[in-house]
């Protein structure tokens, strides 16, 4: 018969106990890993590694300590254990007395294990009033200055050894990690709001200086003796304000990929229905329909001469007319249509034979787009119809 010696029981049972602590400590920095890789947001990562690592060391408390250089103190910013109103407001100091400002600084882990006895450092008051008896505490540090330190602090009797201290370390460079995640997102989230600063202020201006050459161009076409002469210039303000109206949309998008469709060409529509003009136009449009801001421009120019043709033409003045502009999202295209209930088409027109300025904008643009552009007699009036790709045509030389 094998006789067990005495104390075979219990010290089997601490072997395994501490066994499993170490093993509950692996999967615990398994977890904080995990949890910063996933981009856990910031105070709940912080309160989420306080709590593991207490956890992980059977420790009561636990703290994360972020260093405030101006007042060089270091304040709890997440724990576990404390009493309430120390989160986020009780602070420690930082220089080389406190135990934490000690890790701080030196960069070093620090393990005192009889606070009332030490030596080496003074006691912070924080620990004093919860009855600590023993703390750890190490640098919580990435790749660029400290955040702080990350201390765990317990009431009971025992000690910490090399192993725990590796534990929290392991803890503290994977918040570190994290830590560096966070800072350089903010940064470089603060780049690209700058970014949309910028770009939007680019727009601003573009629409402005357009909006500038164009009220130029107005105020020509006012003075000038040739109303022939005036007529035109008018119309190249138009044409002008027409692209001017894009940079204004995506100065309040502060988008360059895409723009709404239909916002745009209904301004195009309203500047062209607005005072002075002796045509009333009537706008409809699907929403949503999101286009790239240079097709966008393309369209809105063809627009913009079928609707001034329909307002010179089709109702000779003083009479104001009518005109329907509708566009519509078809499988993959837009479908825009413009027509009046005017005199009508001269006999015999074509769109490819029409002599005028208008006509030719509007096909070499519908060109440019890959788009069609018909015309059709309506009883009364005249219309026009264009289908546009949704997408650029492809180039002719990347077969
Ligand atoms: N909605 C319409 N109703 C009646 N006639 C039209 C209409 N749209 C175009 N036309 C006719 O088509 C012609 C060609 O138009 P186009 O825009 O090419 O030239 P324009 O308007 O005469 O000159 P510009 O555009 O250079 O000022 C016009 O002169 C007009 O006779
Ligand atoms: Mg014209």
Redesign the pocket.
Known sequence: MVETAPDAQPSSNLAERALHQRIRQQEILAELGVSALQGTPFPVLLNDAARLTAEGLRAEFCKVLEHLPSENRLIVRAGVGWDEGVIGTASVGADLESPAGFALHTGKPVISNHLENEQRFRTPELLVQHGIHRAMNVILQGDGLPFGVLEVDSRAEGEFGDQDIAFLQGAANILGMAIERQRYERRLKAALDHQQILLKEINHRAKNSLQLVASMLDLQARIVADPTLGG?LA?ASKRISAVGRLYEHLSHDGTVEKIDLGAYIQEICKDLGASGSNCEVHFEAENGIRFAPDRAIHLALIVN??VT??C???YPEPSVGHIWVNIRREADAVSVSIR?A?????AG?EIAK???????IATTLAAQLGASLTSTRQNPG?GFALLVPLEPPAPLDSA
């Open positions: 035109h119309e001469e079928l043709n329909a010179k033409y089709a009046d005017g005199v009508g088409l001269p027109f029409a002599k005028g300025l208008g006509m030719l005249a």
